[in-house]
């Protein structure tokens, strides 16, 4: 089973620039998580959908990010415009939407986003 | 809102036993959960303590004890490979995103 992928690995932009990052998550997780980890810091949450929907977004920072998730399967976060302090690692997770007390978050790789 | 409060590094030698420890605060509480990042690598699922006490997994084990909102990863036997970051993380329920530790650096040496 493929685990949740990213791209791309690496994004170089100037500040002003636009970027997409992109996730897709394990087939069949209605869960989609986005986080952040800025040099140094913790890792951050960003935004959860569930299907296409989102359920939590209190995580981002700004109106310069923007998430979606058409068609409930893979997802898109876009700066627009980057500053520098947007540089970091985004993480995507995924996860079965299901009661009980925890579902596994699968992370990807991340993607590593300089902005200079 | 949750926070959750673990050293920044540890260092250990080869073939010993680390502990790392994890202190919280949170406004909700289901259970407490660790992973593992390499560096430039995904954090991976270690384990996840609902209830108080030890899981032991392998060389790994975590505790967690609920009335001093505290819990701890063990690690045995310590290996070169085990060289990573550790982050401890908690949910407010089974579906609602990770609040994340600062993560340790732990550094096996020879």
């Known amino acids: 089973e493929a685990g949740v992928t990213q791209f791309p690995s690496h994004s170089v932009i100037e500040k002003g620039q636009t970027v997409t990052l992109r996730c897709d998550p394990i087939?069949?997780?209605?869960?989609l998580y986005w986080y952040r980890r800025v040099m140094g810091k913790e890792i951050k949450f960003l935004l959860h959908?569930?299907?296409?929907?989102?359920?939590?977004e209190s995580g981002m920072p700004n109106n310069r990010f923007l998430a979606e998730r058409t068609g409930g399967t893979y997802s898109t976060l876009k700066v627009q415009p980057a500053e520098l302090e947007d540089s970091g690692v985004y993480f995507c997770?995924?996860?079965?939407?299901?009661?009980?007390?925890?579902?596994?978050?699968?992370f990807g790789p991340g993607t590593r986003l300089t902005v200079l | 809102g949750q926070s959750l409060e673990q050293p920044s590094e540890v260092t250990a030698v080869e073939g010993a036993i680390v502990q790392i420890n994890c202190t919280y605060q949170?406004?909700?509480?289901?259970?407490l959960s660790w992973y593992q990042q390499h560096d430039g690598g995904a954090p991976t699922f270690l384990s996840y303590?609902?209830?108080?006490g030890l899981e032991e997994t392998g060389r790994f084990s975590s505790f967690l004890s609920r009335s001093d909102s505290y819990g701890y990863l063990l690690l045995q036997e310590l290996q070169m490979k085990d060289s990573a970051s550790y982050f401890c993380?908690?949910?407010?329920?089974?579906?609602?995103?990770?609040?994340f530790g600062k993560g340790t650096r732990l550094s096996v040496i020879a």
């Open positions: 949170t406004s909700g509480f289901y259970g």
């Open positions: 087939s069949g997780h209605d869960n």
């Open positions: 993380a908690a949910p407010n329920s089974g579906n609602t995103p990770l609040v």
């Open positions: 303590n609902a209830l108080d």
């Open positions: 959908f569930v299907k296409e929907s989102k359920q939590d």
């Open positions: 997770a995924s996860s079965q939407h299901r009661g009980g007390p925890y579902n596994e978050q699968f």
